[in-house]
């Protein structure tokens, strides 16, 4: 059994959050006009770009650029996509600031087509990402972000809500994907969103989770030592990833105190 560790280094973070005004529509420069509805909007300026992304989502919705329906592409919940665009401005359907989201534009294929951002999470390459190679296979951990209004906003706090899964990519095992994660006593304390089960990495203003040390055992298993920051002090806990039924899941061992 072949055992290697790498350290990283723990970056920290902190930060407060206010309520902000509620809204039914927030432009990008945070300029307030209230509209009924999103159908107000007659075009939708996107940005290009050219990434890939996760859909995460029970009911996810295909839309054309006059966002009417295509089709429903629920089952292609925890799919890798294109992302080939992003809405201008922000917009919400609702008068909660925290539903606010981009709209994304993704191919899927050969369709292209329009998807409420809160379903799509964005590969960010960021400080929490890690790298290791282990007799030549390469195991990448990437985090994710998804395109609604989260904690922080044009370097304004905001205080809302973000969900932050992350992605394994494991070239021996030819697997791109979410970390299902197996409910515990342990999960209960370190997890704050029971609605997607998937292992997620911190990076907000109440905590800052990083990958401290790797052990590989085997093929199939990894575990995980990770650091949390939090506003009130700091803590360890340990996560095992198993690859198994041509998925990986996670499940925690520990959880500091």
């Given at each position: 059994?072949?055992?290697?560790?790498?350290?990283?280094?723990?970056?920290?973070?902190?930060?407060?959050?206010?309520?902000?005004?509620?809204?039914?529509?927030?432009?990008?420069?945070?300029?307030?006009?209230r509209v009924s509805t999103i159908d107000y909007i007659?075009?939708?300026?996107?940005?290009?770009?050219?990434?890939?992304?996760?859909?995460?989502?029970?009911?996810?919705?295909?839309?054309?650029?006059?966002?009417?329906?295509?089709?429903?592409?629920?089952?292609?919940?925890?799919?890798?996509?294109?992302?080939?665009?992003?809405?201008?401005?922000?917009?919400?359907?609702?008068?909660?600031?925290?539903?606010?989201?981009?709209?994304?534009?993704?191919?899927?294929?050969?369709?292209?087509?329009?998807?409420?951002?809160?379903?799509?999470?964005?590969?960010?390459?960021?400080?929490?990402?890690?790298?290791?190679?282990?007799?030549?296979?390469?195991?990448?951990?990437?985090?994710?972000?998804?395109?609604?209004?989260?904690?922080?906003?044009?370097?304004?706090?905001?205080?809302?809500?973000?969900y932050q899964p992350v992605l394994i990519k494991d070239?021996?095992?030819?697997?791109?994907?979410?970390i299902d994660l197996i409910q515990s006593e342990y999960?209960?304390?370190?997890?704050?969103?029971?609605?997607?089960?998937?292992?997620?990495?911190?990076?907000?203003?109440?905590?800052?989770?990083?990958?401290?040390?790797?052990?590989?055992?085997?093929?199939?298993?990894?575990?995980?030592?990770?650091?949390?920051?939090?506003?009130?002090?700091?803590?360890?806990?340990?996560?095992?990833?198993?690859?198994?039924?041509?998925?990986?899941?996670?499940?925690?061992?520990?959880?500091?105190?």
């Open positions: 059994m072949k055992t290697i560790f790498i350290i990283l280094t723990v970056l920290y973070t902190s930060a407060c959050s206010y309520t902000s005004k509620q809204q039914d529509k927030v432009q990008s420069d945070y300029n307030y006009n007659d075009i939708i300026q996107y940005k290009a770009i050219n990434e890939q992304a996760v859909l995460i989502g029970e009911e996810i919705k295909l839309l054309d650029e006059n966002l009417n329906l295509v089709r429903n592409i629920s089952a292609l919940n925890g799919k890798i996509i294109s992302l080939i665009g992003i809405s201008d401005s922000l917009f919400n359907t609702s008068n909660d600031i925290c539903n606010a989201f981009w709209y994304a534009k993704i191919q899927i294929n050969d369709t292209i087509g329009v998807v409420n951002g809160r379903q799509v999470f964005r590969i960010e390459h960021s400080s929490q990402d890690t790298n290791i190679t282990v007799n030549g296979n390469l195991i990448q951990i990437l985090t994710t972000n998804f395109l609604g209004i989260g904690v922080e906003y044009n370097g304004d706090l905001v205080g809302c809500p973000a070239k021996k095992h030819n697997y791109f994907g979410l999960s209960k304390e370190v997890t704050r969103n029971s609605q997607y089960p998937y292992f997620e990495l911190w990076n907000d203003d109440g905590a800052y989770d990083k990958i401290e040390t790797i052990t590989v055992e085997d093929d199939t298993n990894i575990r995980l030592l990770i650091h949390r920051t939090l506003q009130e002090g700091e803590t360890t806990y340990e996560v095992h990833l198993k690859y198994i039924n041509d998925k990986y899941i996670a499940k925690y061992l520990n959880f500091g105190r």
